[in-house]
């Protein structure tokens, strides 16, 4: 693992979870204090900043965000925020690295169903066909790297990454 890999990770965007397997190595990187200070001063150079906090790293711009960019940033990831909106009204005891399993939430799903969760997932998914919108579902829980499956041979079992935290601190900060 170099600097370079994981620079060109995180200027994609990506939030890098301690407990991502997928990431894991990177994580490691940063976690080792001379290869994170080494990587900070570099990045400082280039005006951004290196946050590493609750088991996640992302970069940021050295200042303060405009409300412009604040209002892309909040675009851009208003569908995660959909996600863990509806995931938290399911499952309120989800926590980063938490287990949760695809059949409990559709279990969730059926008893807590109500008009505003069939608006927000109508939102999302536009249909309320809950088999297919809920593998969607699970499916952009992933790709916001919100969520891993714990073994790619079981479709029932997913760790909760550290990101959670980031965005759902960011929420509060906006609130």
């Known amino acids: 693992m170099d600097i370079a890999t994981v620079f060109k990770t995180m200027m994609k965007g990506v939030i890098i979870s301690r407990n991502s397997q997928k990431y894991a190595q990177m994580a490691l990187f940063l976690l080792n204090e001379e290869n994170y200070i080494k990587y900070e001063g ?82 999302i998914f536009g249909e309320s066909d809950l088999k297919s919108s809920s593998e969607k579902f699970f499916e952009k829980l992933e790709k916001e790297m919100i969520i891993e499956k714990i073994d790619n041979d079981d479709n029932d079992s997913y760790r909760v990454l550290n990101v959670l935290d980031y965005y759902l601190s960011f929420l509060e900060s906006v609130v």
């Open 42 to 123: 570099i990045l400082q150079e280039l005006g951004y900043e290196l946050n590493g906090e609750n088991g996640y790293f992302y970069l940021s711009k050295s200042e303060a965000l405009s409300s412009d960019e604040l209002d892309r940033f909040v675009h851009k990831h208003k569908e995660g925020f959909m996600l863990i909106a509806i995931l938290k009204q399911l499952m309120p005891y989800v926590r980063s690295n938490s287990v949760i399993k695809y059949t409990e939430f559709i279990a969730e799903y059926e008893q807590k169903k109500d008009a505003l969760m069939l608006q927000k997932w109508r939102y």
